[in-house]
């Protein structure tokens, strides 16, 4: 759903502010419109709505007009320094991670800051991040203030073999060919008691799983990295050096049942850059 709407999770705090900066460059490049979504939930009015906004008692009338001539600004101002891109916001109300999952089904990316005030507070240290990247139904981008990796840093992708590694394998050759940037792709294996790697077809399995990406993007300088050591603690030492980790939803190692895979949820909480978690549709 490459031409699908951005959709942005802000609501005014400074790490919001990231994450739209980070939706705007990446829709600068793809074209795609960009949404503002604030998630009003009225139960946290009582406490802090915006910058500027002052806290309300609910229900407060008063501040929900307060937050959406705050998503209203936002966006005319995101308009005016990008001209060329088509940029809404709207209010919604509800709890913040259901009804951004909700809202992804009509989305072909879900950018997030990885913290907030209001709906987003406690973002990466509690269960918001997890929730929506589990159950979105497009990929789900976590931007960081202040992160490493400018734009001549490479893409980096985690494959394990897995479906959704494999999702995020395609994801990640898109982003590093629109950028013009490398693409690295990481398979960490685990040494046996001997010092020896693990299964020998391990690097052939990937190598085959890239075939087709190199034929897709033959000017991609892709390179694959077989790194000795924990997934989680490869990919977020990769991300000190990257513009963006991109990882699937669970891998070969996960229960069936589970959304969001240990690796994934690691990468989201540590990782030095932005982190984008990519599942099946």
Known sequence: MRDAEILVGYDGSTDASVALDW??????????PVRLAYVFEWLTVASWVGPGVAPGVWPDDTARRQVDDLVRKAAADATAAHPGLTITGEVYDGPPALVLQERSADAGLLVLGSRGHGGFGGLLTGSTAVAVAAHAHCPVVVVRDGTAGGPDAPVAVGVDGSEPSLVALGFAAERAAQRR?????????????????GKPDE??????????????????????????????????????????????????????????????QQVIQHAGCPVAVVRER
Do not use: F, K
Request: aromatic share 4%; proline share 6%; hydrophobic share 45%.
């Open 23 to 32: 939706a705007l460059a990446e829709a600068e490049r793809s074209g795609q």
């Open 181 to 197: 940037v490398s693409l690295r792709v990481l398979h960490a294996w685990t040494p046996g008691p001997d010092g020896a790697a």
């Open 203 to 264: 690097q052939a399995a990937v190598e085959e799983a890239l075939e087709p990406w190199r034929r897709t993007y033959p000017e991609l300088d892709m390179t694959l990295d077989l790194v000795a050591g924990s997934p989680a603690g490869t990919l977020i030492e990769s991300s000190r050096s990257a513009q963006l980790v991109v990882v699937g939803s669970r891998g070969r190692g996960g229960l069936a049942g589970m959304l969001l895979g240990s690796v994934s």
